[in-house]
């Protein structure tokens, strides 16, 4: 049955919706902030913090706080972008579509390692056991060392030959690059086992080359100390480093997989299609 309803009292409920949409009314709830009307909630201001707690309630209200800022800011200048029709013009497109493609693949990873399997008691005791030289004979190497923020081949091929640090800034001058020594930490339960094993059979007062980024760090042993972890502390850490290992496994074989399905679907031009990757050669029969 249809109701209907007075004219007069039509408006008043339009007038109702529209003072709905458009109050003042101070945000409350799970309302944290609003920017031109527009609502930032409770659960926005945690994904922004990202799980990072404060020590104590001061602390987490003054992270709180940063990171609505945070979210305030990046709003204002955006809608000031928008408003500007920014986003509309060519670059604008690519650099959204770009933006939305990464932020949709970062969703995609923690899908995929939110289903990684858990590692066991027994399997951590038992990586323990495996490898004393990250647990027993935990080494910890302690490093002059020079950074430099340029990576890449040639500097690096070019570094090969040397041999000692003066060497090494002896070269960096001559390239006008900046060669300050500090000091630092190598733990070798955090670093890849074969480098640890390259730094251990090094001469004395070699100097060996770690790639970070576009960052290059060339360092020299000062120290090593042997720093047990064992017990309850071994297995955790074993834990973590196997729960990492297992995460980026399955990570890169489903990033494998999937891009290798995807590939029938993909159609290049002529000119920018991808050069045939070279075949094996069959081994004959002997």
Do not use: W
Request: aromatic share 4%.
């Amino acid at each position: 049955m249809k109701r209907h309803f007075p004219l007069a009292s039509v408006a008043l409920i339009s007038f109702a919706l529209l003072s709905a949409c458009s109050s003042d009314a101070e945000p409350a709830g799970q309302v944290v902030a609003t920017v031109d009307g527009v609502e930032i909630t409770q659960s926005e201001l945690n994904a922004e913090l990202g799980g990072i707690r404060g020590r104590n309630a001061e602390e987490q209200k003054a992270l709180q706080s940063a990171a609505l800022q945070g979210i305030v800011n990046r709003t204002l200048l955006a809608n000031a972008a928008a408003s500007q029709e920014l986003d509309k013009s060519p670059e604008g497109a690519m650099t959204k579509r770009r933006a939305e493609q990464m932020a949709l693949i970062s969703l995609l990873e923690k899908s995929v390692v939110a289903t990684t399997p858990t590692i066991s008691p027994e399997e951590a005791t038992e990586f323990v056991e495996e490898n004393p030289g990250l647990f027993e004979q935990r080494r910890i190497f302690l490093v002059e060392q020079v950074a430099v923020n340029a990576n890449s081949p040639k500097l690096l091929k070019d570094l090969e030959p040397l041999n000692t640090m003066a060497e090494v800034q002896a070269y960096l001058t001559s390239l006008k690059l900046p060669s300050q020594i500090s000091f630092g930490v190598i733990d070798a339960l955090q670093t890849d086992p074969e480098v640890t094993r390259q730094i251990t059979t090094l001469e004395p007062n070699a100097v060996f080359v770690l790639p970070q980024g576009d960052t290059i760090r060339i360092n020299r042993v000062r120290e090593t100390q042997i720093v047990p972890i064992t017990g309850d502390d071994a297995v955790s850490v074993a834990k973590e480093i196997l729960s990492n290992q297992r995460r980026q496994q399955l990570l890169n074989s489903s990033i494998s997989t999937l891009l290798e399905q995807g590939k029938a679907k993909v159609k290049y031009n002529a000119a920018f299609k991808p050069a045939a990757p070279p075949t094996k050669k069959a081994v004959p029969a002997e």
